[in-house]
């Protein structure tokens, strides 16, 4: 493709997080359309948010979508940092790992510590089995009387 001026055209770039959250999703078990559902963006606006552009049209995503995507296929701020990133983007993929834990609160916390050591796949069977236990035993209450 070239421009009015016959002088090729150059794609626009990709935003400077796009290699890392790549790296990351490439990393894990979940695919692009997961990630991008856990990111609450449409896989179409992910893909062009990575590449940096829509058919030579810039896309320049906010910053909170940046970091949600991040977010999303599990980057740290430490990471992003490592990886060239924006501060904006650092900073507020830091406030939403903050967010996220005090979100979750002293049960979550522990159930994250027993499943730290397995791998994202073997977390869900044991969740999902712990799901179906809990709907064969009718929901109600624990040995010990609190809701379930």
Do not use: C
Not at 9 to 14: A, R
């Amino acid at each position: 493709m070239s421009g009015k001026s016959g002088e090729p055209q150059t794609q626009p770039t990709p935003p400077p997080e796009a290699g890392v959250i790549s790296a990351a999703l490439r990393r894990s078990t979940i695919s692009q359309r997961e990630a991008s559902r856990r990111a609450g963006i449409n896989e179409s606006y992910w893909r062009r948010v990575i590449a940096g552009h829509n058919r030579g049209v810039p896309v320049n995503a906010s910053v909170i979508t940046v970091a949600r995507m991040a977010n999303a296929v599990g980057v740290t701020p430490e990471q992003l940092e490592e990886g060239g990133g924006r501060a904006e983007v650092i900073e507020e993929l830091s406030a939403l790992a903050k967010t996220e834990e005090a979100d979750l609160g002293k049960p979550f916390r522990i159930i994250g510590i027993a499943l730290e050591d397995y791998t994202l796949e073997e977390q869900e069977a044991i969740l999902q089995r712990y799901l179906e236990w809990k709907q064969r035993k009718g929901g109600g209450e624990d040995d010990e009387g609190r809701a379930m």
